[in-house]
Structures are given as structure tokens and as C-alpha cells.
């Protein structure tokens, strides 16, 4: 990612509780590993990834490729430091709010989190995706999908469950939250020269970044 | 509830600690309070930081590529992201990144717990007013010539006579770092459609954590670093002359002198002159104004200039010190220049590849004769210049600028890219300039395109002022009178007189003058003379001091003396000065109050160069300080 060869700088931002998994699901995204240790992050810390937006024309065929710069910033869930990470919200085009499927306490708050992003972000309404991380522990789980899957309705947002540790979900997570963003640019500006989308990635990961993930309208499970 | 790794124990939503929860407008009007960071956090913080300032900076060379050669505007506002700025500026007033905060708080920390880490040792001695040995006004002046601008053409010193290049421009000074920023609708400069280069790659090569954006000026030749030992600032306020130091007060607190405090307290008046400056009206304001300086008046000029300043998010604003004043040939900045850095250690040598320019403004009917030349800021004496190429708009230069200089200096270096208009019969012309922070440079980075910027409109020549303060100044830097002392570094200010006072109505006014030293306007380190009664021509002869600064914070501060009319009710502001360098920004925050005019950006500057002597100032009370906030 040496130039800045790319027709899109597109900013997310992962929050979520403290441990539920944020650094390690963009770490997934970027780089595809994952380390099972647990190293808090310090305030604030962003990873990039390059990313194509492939378009696909109303009669489906598939345009030429948008080159996109993905910015991913990465917060401290931890209390401490809450003034500092909530100062980046308002710079983020689109959210990706983690819960941990095995912590509870974790989806409670995420009808806070939801309120400080309505209050902080650079709109009313932005673009969030939600996503239950930890899907692998499976045996420890504490939230019920339907549970979660009827607060992302009640919401209007897209719910992901998801796995750090295996990879489930993480860019079908963040590639459908690229989509919404893509598609509310295309509002902005009142015109649909980029229709439909599909996006493939490509940067760190070897293999399984090159899936096409079709739109899949609001829910990508 | 079974849980995995860390438990998330948080629930604490209602915690007072949380600045933001409550209101509309969730921005915290000023900077944030990290002091509940360690040292290594700020650290690692920093290291983020200063890899979203590079960033940010790849994409304002990407953004403004994007608006030279794209048309449609519907592409444009998607591919610049303006579609987000608009939505974004429509709920957050103030355009500071999350980044540019955090930074700017960070910065505020450092400075406070005083963590410059060298110690000066200066034998100069402390001279109290009674001496006034130094810094006469012809002095001062002669000085800040050498670093300031001008209204008035001068001959360049550096300048081989014979090459009659009479740039506008003077040597700049650096200007303290703001982090150049993407796209906001501010974006000025129009560059022709042009390959893109510039790594993404995001900085990680330089281990120091640095990233106060004073840091670089320390390197300058201020004489005086100091060490500060205590926490915040120490107001001293004594009558008249000269006296021992040695009230210490932690925190920030001033210390009333009898006069002052035997005359009736809190009744001062907020002044409010101006309505609110709106920072969107800047662009406009800011082309119409470099197309025709000379039109309009004074008072909307100046806002304008100020409000361009605190709106336009670059750095090469905030050095710009240039006056084109009066220059009907001024014209509007566009283009972009396409260099690359490298940095050959076997040589100890900079060479900056000067690769071309694209999209220049048209300097005389549609054509230039365009040349580049650079600065290593802060070294005044280091212009270099390429080949003046004739009636291009398009200039391809291929020329290597050299400097040798130590690789451990870069860091603390700026290079200066200006772009001139070589006019044989007359002066030079500006045509833009780009400012680069050599700390976050991407040394492996590709040849980059960054977008030409203007420099700051200039201030009124004809500002109207209700008299004029005489004043000397003086800083002592930490350690330079021996012995340790003074602990920290002390700024004096020895306010002598106001003259030719206009009055309000009929007769005669009763005034005062009011001291803080920006960006701590708490009423706490404010300081006032006495009030002198029924006189035009006010003797104060008093003098006051603020400690806690180092030489890096005072090119971030701004000394505002006000003089007021004091009355039973109320006191009201009737002008003032703003001594500072005028950079329209303080640690990396745009601020409206850096607003010094040139003659007040000179005496700040004298300051800065002659420490621990008093530097003399005889300046217009204005009547047009921008707002506060």
C-alpha cells in the first residue's frame, strides 16, 4: 500500500465494549490472522487495507473496479479512555459496532454505543454494521442470534455473526457496511453511476479476499 | 455468563467523566484533558497520529489532482469524499479531525508538565526595565525585518543583485506543524490532470515519538531552552519596575498586585464586537481577496484574513509571511508541483528531485515563466532555486535541489516548496507554495503531487486603532540568569504607556490594560495595570510576568494586551494587540486569536530572537482583534 493510487479513501471505525473483539476482527480483515491473546488497545489505532468496489451495471455486468482505500480505525473499548476515542467518531463514514456473543453484558450496551454514535458521528443516522463476534464458542454463548438479530432490525442495521478466531463473516461484515457507503454516496450526489455493487478485496490476505460477495440488500446471513 | 478473555466490565454510560454525553453538539468547544494518559500511552497514541497525518496528506495530493481534472461535479464530490464533509460539517461546526484534537491535547499536556528535555545555560544578565539598555525601536525593527513581511517591496538580502528577483516574499520562518489535512470544501488549489504517485505506505521509519507540533522549533536558534520543573504556570504581577522574582505558585494562578487588587474586581465586560466569524464564507472571501487586496474595507478584510487562516486546514498557511499587500498582480493559487525526497547519507545530503508543476495559474495574459524555488526552514539562508521556464503552464523541471544537511536534523526540518512567476521587468509572483514536514515524510515514498497553496491574505495596513501602547517585552528562559534560575521560562511584559488615545464620546477616558497569554484565557492568568484616570495618554508603567514557557510554546502563544475603558458598571475593550506569530493556529488547533498583524508578528519574532532582552514595541490598540472563538 505504497501509493496513493486509489479512487476512494473510505474511513471506518470498529467500537464496541472493551474485549469483545475489535482489534482482533480488523486484524483478521487486514491481515488475516489472529493472535488469541488479549492486548488492549491503547486509546486509538487504525489498520488499512485495499479493497476494489466492483460495480455491476443494471444488467449485470460488472463495471470497472473502484479502487478503495480502506482506513479502518480501531478504539479502546475500555472506559478510561472514552473522551479520546469518542473524538474520532465524527470522523468516520461508517461504523462497525462489535458485541461479544459469550458476554452479555456487552450486547446490553450496544444500544449505548448506538446512542453515543447517533450523538458523535458525523450524521444522525450513519452507517453501522452490527456484528456478534466470538461465534466460534459456540458452547459459551450468551446471546441468542434471534435476540440480536431482532435489536439490528428494531435498528434498521445489518447483523453479522462473526469469528475472529476462524475468519467467519469479518469481510462479509465490513464489505457490507463498504456497500452502504457506497450506495449513501450515490444518494449524495442523486445518481446512480455506481449501481449495484460487489466487493473484492485484495491486500493482505492471499485467498479468501478475492470472494465476490454479492449485494445482499440489509442482511448478509 | 460464561465469558472468554477479558470480560467487558463497563455499564459505566452515566459517568460524569464523559464530556460529550450531554447536548446536541457533542464537541468538546476546546481541547480534550488526557492527563489521565502515561507517558507511553501518549507515546503510542502519537505513533498513530502521526501515521493519519501522512495519510491525510497523500490524500489531499489525491484530492486535489481529483478536482483539477474531473468536471463532473456529482464524481468529484464522491471520489474527493466532500459528500461526507458536507454532512459532517453540517452537525460539527468546527472542522478539527478527531486526530488534530487529540494531538493538540496531547501537546497541551507536554507543554504544561514542562518535559523539554534541554537546559540552557546562558550568561546573558537580567536586565529589569530601569536598565533599558537593549532593544531600542529602530532595533526591533531592523530585526524583524530580516523575518517578517513587508508591505513594501524591498530588496531580497539574499539575492544576487544582479538577478533583480524581487520576490514579494521574504525568508520565511517555520511555522509550528499542522498536519495538512484532506479535502475540505476549502480546497483551493486546481491541479491539471496528472499520474498519481505518493505512498499510502503509511510512516512508520522514524522511531521518536515527537509529535508536538512545535518540536522543530526547538531546533531553532533560540538561544534558551529551558527546563521547567514546575506544573503550569507561575503569574507574577508587580507594579512598576523591577523586583525579585520568587513568588512560586503551582497551577495557574496570579498573583494580584496592590494597585490591582485595591480597585474594584469583576467588572470587566465581555466584549463582543463582532458577530461570530463563519469559517465558510472563508473560500470565497480568501480568492475574492487575492484577486483584489486593495477593495474593501478594512475591517472585513481583516476578518477575512483571519477567518481564512482558521479555516483553511494547511500547513503552508500558517508560515506564510508574506504580504501581497497592495500587489495588483497577485493571482489566485492553483496547480500542484510533483517532487520526490531522498535523503543520500553517504553525502549527507537532501536532494529534493523538483519534477514539475501542473495546472499554474496564469501570471501575466494567460502565460508564466514559472521556477521553484525552496527553503530548508528554519535555515533562512538556504534558497535554492531551478531554471525559470518561459510560458508554461506545465513546467517540467527535472532538477535536483542539494542540501547538506545531517539526517538527524531532518527531522526538525521543513522543506519549503514556493512556485514563482520570474517577471523581468518587475516583481516576482507568487504563484503557491507547499510546506513539508520532513518528521512524517515517507522517505520511501514514490515522487508525490501535493496541491500549490496560497498564503495568507494579508493584513490591513490601515487598521484603525484607538492609540498606541508602548510596550517592552522580554524573555528569560529557564536557567539563563544562573544558579537554576529561573526555574522556568519567563515572559515579561513592561507596559509602559497607550498614546494618542481616541476618545469614546467626549473627553477623557479612564483605562486600564488587560494581559493574557493565549491559548489560557482563564481569569485566572489574566493581568491588568492600574486604572489611569482621565488621560488620552495613559502612564501604566507596569509590569507583569507569566512562567511556564518554553521557547517551542511561544511560538504557539499569543500575548493579548487590551486596553479598556473602565467604568462603574462595566469596563469595556476599547483595542488591543495581539503579539504572536500569527500562524492562525496554536498546537495544531486553528484558532482565530493568531491574528497578529505584521508590525506585532516582528515584535513577537525579536522576541523570540533576543532572549532575556527587552524588546521595545510602540503598537496600534486595534479595533478589529478577531473573536476569541
Same mark, same amino acid.
Given at each position: 500500500? $505504497?501509493?496513493?493510487?486509489?479512487?476512494?479513501?473510505?474511513?471506518?471505525?470498529?467500537?464496541?465494549?472493551?474485549g469483545?473483539?475489535?482489534? $482482533?476482527?480488523?486484524?483478521?480483515?487486514?491481515?488475516?490472522? &489472529?493472535?488469541?491473546?488479549?492486548?488492549?488497545?491503547?486509546?486509538?489505532?487504525?489498520?488499512?487495507?485495499?479493497?476494489?468496489?466492483?460495480?455491476?451495471g443494471?444488467?449485470?455486468?460488472?463495471?470497472?473496479?473502484?479502487?478503495?482505500?480502506l482506513?479502518l480505525?480501531?478504539?479502546?473499548?475500555?472506559?478510561? &479512555?472514552?473522551?479520546?476515542t469518542?473524538?474520532?467518531?465524527?470522523?468516520?463514514?461508517?461504523?462497525l459496532l462489535? &458485541?461479544? @456473543?459469550?458476554?452479555e453484558?456487552?450486547? @446490553?450496551?450496544?444500544?449505548?454505543?448506538?446512542?453515543? @454514535?447517533?450523538?458523535?458521528?458525523?450524521?444522525?443516522?450513519?452507517?453501522?454494521?452490527?456484528?456478534?463476534?466470538?461465534?466460534?464458542?459456540?458452547?459459551?454463548?450468551?446471546?441468542?442470534?434471534?435476540?440480536?438479530?431482532?435489536?439490528?432490525?428494531k435498528?434498521?442495521?445489518?447483523?453479522?455473526?462473526?469469528?475472529?478466531?476462524?475468519?467467519?463473516?469479518? $469481510?462479509?461484515?465490513?464489505?457490507?457496511?463498504?456497500?452502504?457507503?457506497?450506495?449513501?454516496?450515490?444518494?449524495?450526489?442523486?445518481?446512480?453511476?455506481?449501481?449495484?455493487?460487489?466487493?473484492?478485496?485484495?491486500?493482505?490476505?492471499?485467498?479468501?479476499? @478475492?470472494?465476490?460477495?454479492?449485494?445482499?440488500?440489509?442482511?448478509?446471513? | 455468563?460464561?465469558?472468554?478473555?477479558?470480560?467487558?466490565?463497563?455499564?459505566?454510560?452515566?459517568?460524569?467523566?464523559?464530556?460529550m454525553?450531554?447536548?446536541?453538539?457533542p464537541?468538546?468547544?476546546?481541547?480534550?484533558?488526557l =492527563?489521565?494518559?502515561?507517558?507511553e500511552?501518549?507515546?503510542a497514541?502519537?505513533?498513530?497520529?502521526?501515521? #493519519?497525518?501522512?495519510?491525510?496528506?497523500? /490524500?489531499?495530493?489525491?484530492?486535489?489532482k481529483?478536482?483539477?481534472?474531473?468536471?463532473?461535479?456529482?464524481?468529484?464530490?464522491?471520489?474527493?469524499?466532500?459528500?461526507f464533509?458536507?454532512?459532517r460539517?453540517?452537525?460539527?461546526?468546527?472542522?478539527h479531525?478527531?486526530?488534530?484534537?487529540?494531538?493538540a491535547?496531547?501537546?497541551?499536556?507536554?507543554?504544561?508538565r514542562?518535559?523539554?528535555?534541554?537546559?540552557?545555560?546562558?550568561?546573558?544578565?537580567?536586565?529589569?526595565?530601569?536598565?533599558?539598555?537593549v532593544?531600542? %525601536?529602530? +532595533?526591533?525593527?531592523?530585526?524583524?525585518? +530580516?523575518?517578517?513581511?513587508?508591505?513594501?517591496?524591498?530588496?531580497?538580502?539574499?539575492?544576487a543583485?544582479? +538577478?533583480?528577483?524581487?520576490?514579494?516574499?521574504?525568508?520565511?520562518?517555520?511555522?509550528?506543524?499542522?498536519?495538512?489535512?484532506a479535502? %475540505?470544501?476549502?480546497?483551493e488549489?486546481?491541479?491539471?490532470?496528472?499520474?498519481?504517485?505518493?505512498?499510502?505506505?503509511?510512516?512508520?521509519?522514524?522511531?521518536d515519538?515527537?509529535l508536538?507540533?512545535?518540536?522543530?522549533?526547538?531546533?531553532?536558534?533560540?538561544?534558551?531552552p %529551558?527546563?521547567?520543573?514546575?506544573?503550569?504556570?507561575?503569574?507574577?504581577?508587580?507594579?512598576?519596575?523591577?523586583?525579585?522574582?520568587?513568588?512560586?505558585?503551582?497551577?495557574?494562578?496570579?498573583?494580584? #498586585?496592590?494597585?490591582?487588587?485595591?480597585e474594584?474586581?469583576?467588572?470587566?465586560?465581555?466584549?463582543?464586537?463582532?458577530?461570530?466569524?463563519?469559517?465558510?464564507a472563508?473560500?470565497?472571501?480568501?480568492?475574492?481577496?487575492?484577486?483584489?487586496?486593495g477593495?474593501?474595507?478594512?475591517?472585513?478584510?481583516?476578518?477575512?484574513?483571519?477567518?481564512?487562516?482558521?479555516?483553511?486546514n494547511?500547513s503552508?498557511?500558517? !508560515?506564510?509571511?508574506?504580504?501581497?499587500?497592495?500587489?495588483?498582480?497577485?493571482?489566485?493559487?492553483?496547480?500542484?508541483?510533483?517532487?520526490?525526497?531522498?535523503?543520500?547519507?553517504?553525502?549527507?545530503?537532501?536532494?529534493?528531485?523538483?519534477?514539475?508543476?501542473?495546472?499554474?495559474?496564469?501570471?501575466?495574459?494567460?502565460?508564466?515563466?514559472?521556477?521553484?524555488?525552496?527553503?530548508?526552514?528554519?535555515?533562512?539562508?538556504?534558497?535554492?532555486?531551478?531554471?525559470?521556464?518561459?510560458?508554461?503552464?506545465?513546467?517540467?523541471?527535472?532538477?535536483?535541489?542539494?542540501?547538506c544537511?545531517?539526517?538527524?536534523?531532518?527531522?526538525?526540518?521543513?522543506?519549503?516548496?514556493?512556485?514563482?512567476?520570474? /517577471?523581468?521587468?518587475?516583481?516576482?509572483?507568487?504563484?503557491? +507554495?507547499?510546506?513539508?514536514?520532513?518528521?512524517?515524510?515517507?522517505? %520511501?515514498?514514490?515522487?508525490?503531487?501535493?496541491?500549490?497553496?496560497?498564503?495568507?491574505?494579508?493584513?490591513?495596513?490601515?487598521?484603525? =486603532?484607538?492609540?498606541?501602547?508602548?510596550?517592552?517585552?522580554?524573555?528569560?528562559?529557564?536557567?539563563?540568569?544562573?544558579?537554576?534560575?529561573?526555574?522556568?521560562?519567563e515572559?515579561?511584559?513592561?507596559?509602559?504607556?497607550?498614546?494618542?488615545?481616541?476618545?469614546?464620546?467626549?473627553?477623557?477616558?479612564?483605562?486600564?490594560?488587560?494581559?493574557?497569554?493565549?491559548?489560557?484565557?482563564?481569569?485566572?492568568?489574566?493581568?491588568?495595570?492600574?486604572?489611569?484616570?482621565?488621560?488620552?495618554?495613559?502612564?501604566?508603567?507596569?509590569?507583569?510576568?507569566?512562567?511556564?514557557?518554553?521557547?517551542?510554546?511561544?511560538?504557539?502563544?499569543?500575548?493579548?494586551?487590551?486596553?479598556?475603558?473602565?467604568?462603574a458598571l462595566?469596563?469595556?475593550?476599547? !483595542?488591543?494587540?495581539?503579539?504572536?506569530?500569527?500562524?492562525?493556529?496554536?498546537y495544531?488547533?486553528?484558532?482565530?486569536?493568531? #491574528?497578529?498583524?505584521? /508590525?506585532?508578528?516582528?515584535?513577537?519574532?525579536?522576541?523570540?530572537?533576543?532572549?532575556? /532582552?527587552?524588546?521595545?514595541?510602540?503598537?496600534?490598540?486595534?479595533?478589529?482583534?478577531?473573536?476569541?472563538?
Amino acid at each position: 500500500m $505504497s501509493d496513493g493510487d486509489y479512487d476512494y479513501l473510505i474511513k471506518f471505525l470498529a467500537l464496541g465494549d472493551s474485549g469483545v473483539g475489535k482489534t $482482533s476482527v480488523l486484524y483478521q480483515y487486514t491481515d488475516g490472522k &489472529f493472535n488469541s491473546k488479549f492486548i488492549t488497545t491503547v486509546g486509538i489505532d487504525f489498520r488499512e487495507k485495499r479493497v476494489v468496489y466492483r460495480a455491476n451495471g443494471p444488467d449485470g455486468a460488472i463495471g470497472r473496479g473502484q479502487r478503495i482505500h480502506l482506513q479502518l480505525w480501531d478504539t479502546a473499548g475500555q472506559e478510561r &479512555f472514552r473522551s479520546l476515542t469518542t473524538a474520532f467518531f465524527r470522523d468516520a463514514m461508517g461504523f462497525l459496532l462489535l &458485541f461479544d @456473543l459469550t458476554n452479555e453484558q456487552s450486547f @446490553l450496551n450496544v444500544r449505548n454505543w448506538i446512542s453515543q @454514535l447517533q450523538m458523535h458521528a458525523y450524521c444522525e443516522n450513519p452507517d453501522i454494521v452490527l456484528c456478534g463476534n466470538k461465534s466460534d464458542l459456540e458452547d459459551q454463548r450468551a446471546v441468542k442470534e434471534e435476540e440480536a438479530r431482532g435489536l439490528a432490525e428494531k435498528y434498521g442495521i445489518p447483523y453479522f455473526e462473526t469469528s475472529a478466531a476462524n475468519g467467519t463473516n469479518i $469481510s462479509q461484515a465490513i464489505e457490507m457496511l463498504l456497500d452502504l457507503i457506497m450506495k449513501r454516496m450515490e444518494r449524495c450526489v442523486d445518481k446512480s453511476w455506481i449501481p449495484e455493487g460487489v466487493v473484492r478485496s485484495n491486500g493482505h490476505t492471499s485467498t479468501d479476499q @478475492l470472494n465476490e460477495v454479492k449485494d445482499k440488500g440489509a442482511c448478509g446471513c | 455468563m460464561p465469558q472468554r478473555g477479558h470480560p467487558s466490565q463497563e455499564g459505566l454510560w452515566a459517568l460524569p467523566s464523559l464530556p460529550m454525553e450531554h447536548g446536541p453538539e457533542p464537541e468538546a468547544e476546546g481541547l480534550l484533558d488526557l =492527563s489521565f494518559l502515561t507517558e507511553e500511552e501518549q507515546a503510542a497514541i502519537a505513533e498513530v497520529l502521526k501515521r #493519519d497525518a501522512h495519510l491525510r496528506q497523500l /490524500e489531499e495530493g489525491r484530492v486535489s489532482k481529483l478536482r483539477a481534472s474531473l468536471v463532473d461535479p456529482g464524481q468529484l464530490k464522491i471520489l474527493t469524499g466532500d459528500w461526507f464533509q458536507e454532512a459532517r460539517s453540517q452537525r460539527h461546526h468546527h472542522a478539527h479531525f478527531g486526530s488534530d484534537l487529540v494531538r493538540a491535547s496531547i501537546r497541551r499536556k507536554k507543554s504544561s508538565r514542562g518535559t523539554l528535555p534541554e537546559k540552557g545555560a546562558h550568561g546573558a544578565s537580567h536586565l529589569g526595565p530601569g536598565d533599558q539598555a537593549v532593544g531600542s %525601536d529602530g +532595533e526591533a525593527e531592523a530585526a524583524g525585518k +530580516e523575518n517578517e513581511e513587508e508591505p513594501e517591496p524591498r530588496p531580497p538580502i539574499d539575492e544576487a543583485p544582479q +538577478e533583480r528577483l524581487q520576490e514579494t516574499e521574504g525568508p520565511d520562518f517555520p511555522p509550528p506543524y499542522v498536519p495538512l489535512k484532506a479535502s %475540505d470544501q476549502e480546497e483551493e488549489p486546481q491541479a491539471q490532470e496528472a499520474p498519481g504517485h505518493g505512498g499510502v505506505q503509511v510512516c512508520e521509519e522514524k522511531a521518536d515519538q515527537e509529535l508536538e507540533p512545535a518540536s522543530r522549533v526547538e531546533k531553532e536558534p533560540l538561544p534558551a531552552p %529551558d527546563q521547567v520543573g514546575g506544573s503550569g504556570l507561575r503569574l507574577l504581577s508587580r507594579p512598576g519596575a523591577d523586583s525579585g522574582r520568587g513568588v512560586l505558585l503551582p497551577g495557574l494562578r496570579a498573583i494580584c #498586585d496592590p494597585v490591582r487588587s485595591g480597585e474594584g474586581k469583576g467588572k470587566r465586560g465581555r466584549p463582543c464586537h463582532f458577530s461570530p466569524l463563519r469559517t465558510k464564507a472563508a473560500p470565497k472571501i480568501l480568492e475574492n481577496g487575492e484577486e483584489a487586496p486593495g477593495s474593501g474595507p478594512a475591517l472585513d478584510r481583516m476578518l477575512s484574513s483571519s477567518s481564512s487562516v482558521s479555516s483553511l486546514n494547511s500547513s503552508t498557511l500558517s !508560515g506564510s509571511l508574506v504580504s501581497l499587500s497592495g500587489e495588483a498582480e497577485a493571482v489566485p493559487v492553483r496547480g500542484s508541483v510533483h517532487f520526490a525526497l531522498h535523503y543520500e547519507p553517504g553525502a549527507a545530503e537532501l536532494r529534493v528531485h523538483v519534477i514539475q508543476c501542473q495546472g499554474l495559474a496564469a501570471a501575466r495574459r494567460r502565460r508564466s515563466d514559472p521556477y521553484v524555488k525552496s527553503y530548508l526552514l528554519p535555515d533562512k539562508q538556504s534558497k535554492r532555486k531551478t531554471a525559470v521556464k518561459k510560458r508554461n503552464l506545465n513546467p517540467v523541471f527535472n532538477e535536483t535541489l542539494r542540501y547538506c544537511v545531517p539526517q538527524a536534523e531532518l527531522p526538525g526540518r521543513v522543506l519549503s516548496l514556493s512556485v514563482w512567476h520570474r /517577471e523581468s521587468l518587475g516583481r516576482n509572483i507568487f504563484l503557491g +507554495e507547499v510546506e513539508v514536514p520532513l518528521d512524517t515524510w515517507n522517505w %520511501d515514498s514514490e515522487p508525490t503531487w501535493l496541491p500549490l497553496q496560497p498564503r495568507v491574505p494579508p493584513s490591513p495596513d490601515e487598521l484603525s =486603532s484607538r492609540g498606541l501602547l508602548s510596550l517592552s517585552l522580554k524573555y528569560v528562559p529557564a536557567g539563563s540568569e544562573g544558579a537554576g534560575l529561573p526555574p522556568s521560562g519567563e515572559l515579561h511584559f513592561w507596559v509602559k504607556e497607550a498614546q494618542d488615545l481616541i476618545p469614546l464620546r467626549s473627553g477623557s477616558l479612564d483605562t486600564y490594560v488587560q494581559c493574557s497569554v493565549l491559548p489560557d484565557d482563564s481569569r485566572a492568568s489574566r493581568q491588568r495595570t492600574r486604572v489611569v484616570r482621565r488621560s488620552l495618554s495613559p502612564v501604566f508603567n507596569h509590569t507583569m510576568v507569566y512562567d511556564g514557557f518554553g521557547p517551542a510554546d511561544l511560538r504557539q502563544a499569543c500575548a493579548e494586551l487590551s486596553l479598556w475603558d473602565h467604568g462603574a458598571l462595566a469596563s469595556r475593550q476599547l !483595542g488591543g494587540t495581539r503579539l504572536s506569530l500569527g500562524t492562525g493556529s496554536s498546537y495544531g488547533l486553528e484558532v482565530p486569536w493568531m #491574528d497578529s498583524t505584521p /508590525e506585532e508578528k516582528r515584535l513577537w519574532q525579536t522576541l523570540l530572537e533576543q532572549p532575556c /532582552e527587552w524588546v521595545d514595541g510602540r503598537l496600534p490598540l486595534r479595533t478589529n482583534l478577531a473573536p476569541r472563538t
